[in-house]
């Protein structure tokens, strides 16, 4: 089981905050640093002093650690095009000398769209893009070096494409998640590396892997390895997890029931690799 640290900055956090748990991160032995891409806050949080452009910060990232992994979790289809999208990522993966993996979604928070001057489409024109991003920056980044790159969709359109720069070899991971029934295992079957379900209790975790599994079947392809995202209030005695709980807005029992809280001791007994993996039906393999 690799064990992931994951940030939501929207929230409230500078890159020098970033740092500082990145760079513990690295430090204290974790497998990755993965943030979310958002631009909006959501709940009662300030979310001051205002948002971090997450490919920019992890760029900053790449060059102060030495060993994590780095990624999103996961970047939204409408922020960006998928040409630059593809740059941006392969930039950021050599100069982390090749330590980036990419997470991407159709999108969802309207409000941010809204707030930012986004388009915000329909679900529907929302996924069709995702699939043509998918299609365009795993294209690019497999094209040979020399040869061009074409690409005609209803949404996007490449012309010779000199498909460069390139991420290092193996190419980064892509990472799909969400709770999607249909089109979300559909893709996680044709693109992914892993698929994750977000902050899922563990009957809602076997379903999506089980949907993930079943598209896979269909296509004739291994499947991709399963993670899952969790909340995490760790303290050192009750009064500790209590205030920490406040801190995030969560009742303490709600979150042992849903999330990971408790004692170190107790945090480390609830993600035992067996008993974790026993859980959740012998597929996940990371923690975020």
């Known amino acids: 089981m690799l064990l992931t640290i994951f940030t939501e900055p929207q929230q409230g956090a500078d890159y020098d905050g970033l740092l500082r748990v990145a760079t513990t991160t690295d430090a204290c032995g974790f497998d990755g640093f993965f943030r979310s891409d958002h631009f909006l806050k959501m709940g009662d949080a300030t979310g001051l002093p205002g948002p971090t452009d997450a490919w920019i910060t992890l760029a900053g990232l790449a060059r102060e650690t ?37 997470g991407i979604g159709a999108g969802w928070y309207d409000a941010e769209h809204t707030s930012y001057g986004i388009p915000f489409p329909t679900t529907a024109e929302r996924f069709d893009r995702l699939e043509e991003q998918l299609e365009i920056i795993t294209g690019l980044w497999r094209t040979p070096l020399g040869e061009s790159y074409s690409y005609q969709g209803a949404h996007y359109s490449l012309q010779d494409s000199p498909a460069l720069p390139k991420p290092h070899d193996p190419l980064p991971r892509i990472i799909i998640g969400g709770f999607g029934a249909k089109r979300t295992p559909r893709l996680a079957a044709r693109f992914a590396d892993e698929f ?31 993670s899952t995202a969790q909340v995490v209030c760790c303290g050192t ?22 999330g990971l809280a408790g004692t170190p001791n107790e945090l480390v007994d609830m993600v035992d690799v067996e008993a974790t993996i026993r859980l959740l039906t012998g597929l996940a393999r990371r923690t975020l």
């Open 237 to 258: 005695g009750e009064g500790e997890i209590h205030r920490r709980a406040s801190r995030l807005g969560r009742d303490v029992d709600e979150l042992r029931q849903n």
């Open 196 to 226: 994750n379900a977000p902050f899922a209790g563990v009957d809602d975790a076997r379903g999506l892997f089980e949907n993930v599994r079943h598209a896979c079947e269909d296509l004739g392809r291994d499947e991709p390895v399963y």
């Open 66 to 102: 030495t060993r994590i992994k780095l990624g999103t979790l996961v970047s939204s289809a409408t922020f960006r095009l998928p040409g630059p999208l593809a740059v941006a990522v392969a930039t950021v993966d050599r100069m982390s000398g090749g330590r980036v993996e990419l």
